[in-house]
């Protein structure tokens, strides 16, 4: 027994636990004990075990019963049955929901040292099942990009070939699905990927700014113009420019534009000298550029010059098999993020988050899973840790008022995000200006 494992003995009884502690001990292993199914699971909440070896009678909870709740929420933990009936019923129940082996009382040393060598060996099979495992997950992503659903792997088989050329493309898709991720890719394999990628949100900028921020201007060209400034079509030169949300654009810029994608050229404003520019233009927009095309929003000669290639990312209602991976994903970078031992979803849990509908999509699943991991009391996300997205789940206490119950949710999200503002923000779907003002509104303050 020279592997060293992490081992708890579940038993009411205190001898049949001293006897397995300095059993093992001796051997040196991490052993803890519990008296009750109870205190085993308050113990896994905050410690992970390799193998739990369990007593089949104890009072208040069985032995099946941990054993269902063991597997349900700690799926990896190796669970041992221990009985002093020799119920060949009882083994076969326990075998069938997931037990990896029993011992008959009373036992042998040998016998105990044969029923854990076979737990070893377990778990170095499963050590070997997790390494593929995420060899597979390499496969089902492509640059950041994850999903295994057949839309997803289709936009996976598409990029490189994209990728090879220097035509427009346009990326079409939902709020929240991922856009820019696809136009990272799509950089990161073109021969330009040494060169600079950079993504400007249009929507997000005034028709003056953004004509400044992507021509740049001269020295007095306007006022508050004390310096000449270089635009992001000149400081992007040999890279990609990413234009997010080009549906937003006034008709001037797009004439502008469009006169650069012929001409290859820009003027500064308040310039009159014309500036050699190489960029390739990677687009994206949530709206249906052919309609607005049609009602005339959109210029037409404009629409067909950025849309030499389109790529249309699904929604995630509509790749629900992708949930999972994501799901395992947003935990592992949150739990790395916040030092948070949280490794798993219980089947209640992933059962919320598959049948919702994610309006927002990937960038909403992100959100509610970093806000679970952040307000997580145990390793285990459960069903009630998504309540928010089904809505309360029990009604406000009567003597509690809105403006208390915002205040205590407030200060649980900051403690919980270790009064990381920028952090805490983002769980509470605010800006950091807006979480501010609350905080000094609710006479809130960091201990110490």
């Given at each position: 027994?020279?592997?060293?494992?992490?081992?708890?003995?579940?038993?009411?009884?205190?001898?049949?636990?001293?006897?397995?502690?300095?059993?093992?001990?001796?051997?040196?292993?991490?052993?803890?004990?519990a008296?009750?199914?109870?205190?085993?699971?308050?113990?896994?909440?905050?410690?992970?075990?390799?193998?739990?070896f369990?007593?089949?009678?104890?009072?208040?909870?069985?032995?099946?019963?941990?054993?269902?709740?063991?597997?349900?929420?700690?799926?990896?933990?190796?669970?041992?049955?221990?009985?002093?009936?020799?119920?060949?019923?009882?083994?076969?129940?326990?075998?069938?929901?997931?037990?990896?082996?029993?011992?008959?009382?009373?036992?042998?040393?040998?016998?105990?040292?044969?029923?854990?060598?076979?737990?070893?060996?377990?778990?170095?099979?499963?050590?070997?099942?997790?390494?593929?495992?995420?060899?597979?997950?390499?496969?089902?992503?492509?640059?950041?990009?994850?999903?295994?659903?057949?839309?997803?792997?289709?936009?996976?088989?598409?990029?490189?070939?994209?990728?090879?050329?220097?035509?427009?493309?346009?990326?079409?898709?939902?709020?929240?699905t991922?856009?820019?991720?696809?136009?990272?890719?799509?950089?990161?394999?073109?021969?330009?990927?040494?060169?600079?990628?950079?993504?400007?949100?249009?929507?997000?900028?005034?028709?003056?700014?953004?004509e400044?921020?992507?021509?740049?201007?001269?020295?007095?060209?306007?006022?508050?113009?004390?310096?000449?400034?270089?635009?992001?079509?000149?400081?992007?030169?040999?890279?990609?420019?990413?234009?997010?949300?080009?549906?937003?654009?006034s008709?001037?810029?797009?004439?502008?534009?469009?006169?650069v994608?012929?001409?290859?050229?820009?003027?500064?404003?308040?310039?009159?000298?014309?500036?050699?520019?190489?960029?390739r233009l990677?687009?994206?927009?949530?709206?249906?550029?052919?309609?607005e095309?049609?009602?005339?929003?959109?210029?037409?000669?404009?629409?067909?010059?950025?849309?030499?290639?389109?790529?249309?990312?699904?929604?995630?209602?509509?790749?629900?098999?992708?949930?999972?991976?994501?799901?395992?994903?947003?935990?592992?970078?949150?739990s790395?993020?916040?030092?948070?031992?949280?490794?798993?979803?219980?089947?209640?849990?992933?059962?919320?988050?598959?049948?919702?509908?994610?309006?927002?999509?990937?960038?909403?699943?992100?959100?509610?899973?970093?806000?679970?991991?952040?307000?997580?009391?145990?390793?285990?996300?459960?069903?009630?840790?998504?309540?928010?997205?089904?809505?309360?789940?029990?009604?406000?206490?009567?003597?509690?008022?809105?403006?208390?119950?915002?205040?205590?949710?407030?200060?649980?999200?900051?403690?919980?995000?270790?009064?990381?503002?920028?952090?805490?923000?983002?769980?509470?779907?605010?800006?950091?200006?807006?979480?501010?003002?609350?905080?000094?509104?609710?006479?809130?303050?960091?201990?110490?």
């Amino acid at each position: 027994m020279t592997e060293k494992m992490s081992i708890m003995v579940v038993d009411d009884e205190e001898i049949i636990r001293q006897s397995f502690l300095h059993w093992f001990q001796k051997y040196g292993h991490h052993v803890e004990v519990a008296a009750s199914g109870f205190e085993a699971l308050e113990k896994l909440e905050d410690t992970p075990f390799d193998i739990l070896f369990v007593d089949i009678k104890m009072p208040g909870m069985n032995g099946i019963e941990l054993l269902k709740r063991v597997k349900d929420e700690y799926p990896d933990t190796i669970v041992i049955i221990i009985t002093a009936y020799g119920s060949i019923e009882t083994a076969v129940e326990a075998m069938k929901l997931g037990a990896a082996d029993y011992l008959l009382k009373p036992f042998k040393p040998d016998q105990l040292s044969l029923v854990l060598e076979k737990a070893q060996q377990q778990r170095r099979l499963m050590a070997k099942y997790n390494y593929m495992r995420g060899r597979l997950d390499e496969i089902t992503r492509f640059e950041n990009i994850i999903g295994k659903s057949p839309p997803m792997q289709r936009v996976f088989e598409i990029i490189p070939e994209i990728a090879q050329s220097d035509s427009a493309v346009l990326i079409t898709g939902e709020t929240g699905t991922g856009k820019e991720l696809v136009a990272k890719a799509i950089h990161a394999k073109s021969r330009r990927a040494h060169l600079p990628f950079i993504a400007i949100n249009c929507g997000a900028l005034p028709d003056t700014l953004l004509e400044s921020e992507l021509f740049g201007h001269q020295r007095g060209a306007f006022t508050g113009a004390t310096r000449m400034r270089k635009g992001f079509l000149e400081i992007v030169s040999g890279g990609t420019l990413f234009l997010d949300e080009i549906g937003e654009i006034s008709p001037k810029m797009q004439v502008d534009l469009l006169r650069v994608l012929e001409e290859r050229k820009i003027i500064r404003i308040g310039d009159r000298h014309p500036i050699d520019v190489d960029f390739r233009l990677i687009s994206a927009t949530s709206k249906d550029l052919k309609r607005e095309v049609e009602e005339g929003n959109f210029r037409e000669d404009f629409f067909y010059r950025i849309n030499v290639i389109m790529i249309h990312i699904p929604p995630l209602r509509e790749r629900k098999d992708d949930i999972p991976l994501l799901v395992e994903h947003f935990i592992q970078k949150y739990s790395h993020e916040t030092t948070k031992q949280v490794d798993h979803v219980t089947p209640d849990a992933m059962k919320i988050l598959m049948d919702y509908d994610w309006p927002g999509n990937v960038r909403e699943l992100e959100n509610a899973i970093e806000r679970a991991v952040v307000l997580s009391k145990s390793r285990t996300l459960r069903k009630e840790d998504f309540g928010f997205l089904c809505g309360p789940s029990m009604p406000a206490p009567k003597d509690q008022s809105l403006r208390e119950m915002e205040k205590r949710y407030i200060l649980k999200v900051l403690e919980g995000c270790n009064w990381n503002i920028t952090r805490a923000a983002r769980v509470l779907d605010i800006n950091r200006v807006t979480l501010h003002k609350m905080i000094k509104r609710y006479g809130l303050k960091r201990p110490g």
